[in-house]
């Protein structure tokens, strides 16, 4: 059953359309993640739901009822911010006491309540500091402890690990998904980090230009981008500029610049024959034989670089017209002296791996 | 930015050693000595005549307090300071909520106009308000002229004109450090407040004045202080019958050549701030935003 829906909302500032027409269903416990890039619309479709902002056409909704009549104070939605939201002037546990004392609940149980919470994210020995003497971390644990006490049916998370570093950040992820085990409760988080995206989420919503450009699993996105922008934003690409000579169905002949033919691609996107494309084929699914061992579809191409970066070799070859091509090599399947520069390989893949983009 | 890295005022050695050998207060030693020569000598020679003129002990004491005249003065300046600190905080945290959120061309215009008004001559803007208030002003004959009233209230020449004038005066003194304060609050901690349940009201009360609480001491400890020894507003916009305490030591030592009553009154008027001040200091620091 649909948990949220979130139905053809649009917003624009002035005559920007910030979000556009954004459509989404979650079911109840789901992790999905708003992803793309600054000024995607990500943020601002969150904090629509939030309350934040009134969207200027569409519809939410929270379990079949729509939400937007509602202040933000009467949605029973939590939040952890990106920055630093605690309320400097109560200690911790009054900073989670905060959301029971508005709504008046009898002091027994908020004090289980906070106990409870401050156990949720192991700060139980924090409850009677400032959030001033808390580092970055705690404070966003806290947050997240004051947002889950009141048992909110959704948590909406922005950018909440932005102000870390990277060490501190991996920790609280595992915190957040501990959590989210812990509590089944349903989240909407916000990042422009494409690993904390794919580490984190049930389904990933990539947003681009105020739409949601395309929803699936982490692997979804990464194995079958449906457009050039989601290959080239989640995980690495190589695109290959080409000429179609043929498209049919799903499907497509290329022309390279050099002459070279290659046949039967799988096409996305509107693309006729004379279109530009882009030829898109991941670093990792790239393999290089010496010349004259007959792999086919391939494209030739000289070795000019290879640097071991642990686990892998990350080589890069230029095609005959120039372009540069890079290919990931696990360490274990290649030896270092045939990695030698200037050597004139064949580059080839398989069938599936190669995916065109019209342009 | 971690939020431990609070800045410590970790001593200088350089600074320290010049401490030492003296040389740190010569640059400020023309600025004492002005302070010296025009306020502490004369001070000490007013609070001298006090218990010396015009003879030795308290009498001049013992007079301002056995007069009720007197006490009924000191209570008045209490009633208008006290009455001007609480319309200031209500009217100034508005107008600094405002310069804080609001879009930079409107908070830029309204600080000016704060600032200017402030910047205008203080007597300049007294007899304005003299021309709004009397019988025949602006204020009167509008109200008339609607129908809300058919005789002139009396505005001016009593304690009211001297609130109203007061309160315009030493609102900016109000504003500007209620103003510091609220800007350096972030605001999504009231987005946070608000999806945690609280109503505005609550996150009002809960949150906005306790963080502002700071701010707001220290404009009312301003305001309230400089109000205590007003004069120039209170002598034009004031009545005779209904006296501040300035405009009675002015009284005192031009009209009368009591030096020595008038010596109490302001040593009374001395101890009465200092001791607000202790009390302001004992709860707020010294005044400061919070950071």
Sequence with gaps: MTFLEISNISKTFGKVAAVNDVSLEITQGEFVTFLGPSGSGKSTTLYMIAGFFEPTAGDVRLEGRSILAEPSNKRNIGMVFQR??????????????FPLRVRRRPAGEIARKVEEMLALVRLESFADRMPAQLSGGQQQRVALARALAYN????????????????????????????HRQTGVTILYVTHDQEEALSLSDRIALFNQGRIEQLGKGRELYDAPRTRFV?????????????????????????????GTLNGISLHGAAVAGARAGLMIRPDRLRFSPLGEGAEPGIDAVLTDATFIGETYHVVLATGWGASVNVRIPASRIRPQDLTMGTHVRLHWEAGDARLFGQ | MTVTDVPIATPSPVLAAARRRGRGLAPVLPALALIVVVFVIPVLALLLRSVLEPEPGLQNYAAFFASTTYLKVLGNTFLVAGTVTVATVLLGFPVAWFLAI?????????????????????????????????RTGI?????????????????INNLVGVTIGMTYIMLPFMILPLH???????????????????????????????????????????????SLGYFITPALLGGTSNMMLAELIAQLVQSLLDWGLAGAAALVLLVITLAIYMVQLRFFGFGQARG
């Excluded at chain 1, 690409?237 to 799903?250: H, L, P, Y």
Aim: hydrophobic letters at 50%.
């Design chain 2, 139 to 155: 204020i009167n004959r509008t109200l008339m002229e609607i129908g809300l009233i058919s005789e002139p209230l009396p505005l």
């Design chain 1, 84 to 97: 630093y939201t605690l309320f400097p002037h109560l200690s911790v546990a009054e900073n989670v006491a």
């Design chain 1, 152 to 179: 909110p049916p959704l948590l909406l998370m922005d950018e909440p690990l932005s102000a870390l570093d990277k060490k501190l950040r991996e920790e609280i992820q595992d915190e957040i998904r501990r959590i």
């Design chain 2, 180 to 226: 510091a304060t609220i800007r350096s609050i972030d605001p999504a901690i009231f987005q946070a407040a608000s999806l945690c349940g609280a109503s505005r009201f609550q996150a009002f009360t809960r949150v906005m004045l306790p963080l502002t609480a700071s701010g707001i001491a220290a404009g009312a400890l301003m305001v309230f202080v400089m």
């Design chain 1, 231 to 259: 290959a080239d934003f989640i995980g690495h690409s190589n695109f290959i500029d080409c000429a179609i000579t043929r498209s049919e169905g799903g499907s497509a002949d290329i022309v390279l610049p050099d002459g």
């Design chain 2, 102 to 134: 609001a879009p930079s061309f409107w908070s830029r215009l309204l600080f000016a106009i704060v600032i200017l008004s402030m910047w205008t001559n203080l007597l300049a803007r007294t007899y304005a308000w003299m021309v709004l208030l009397q």
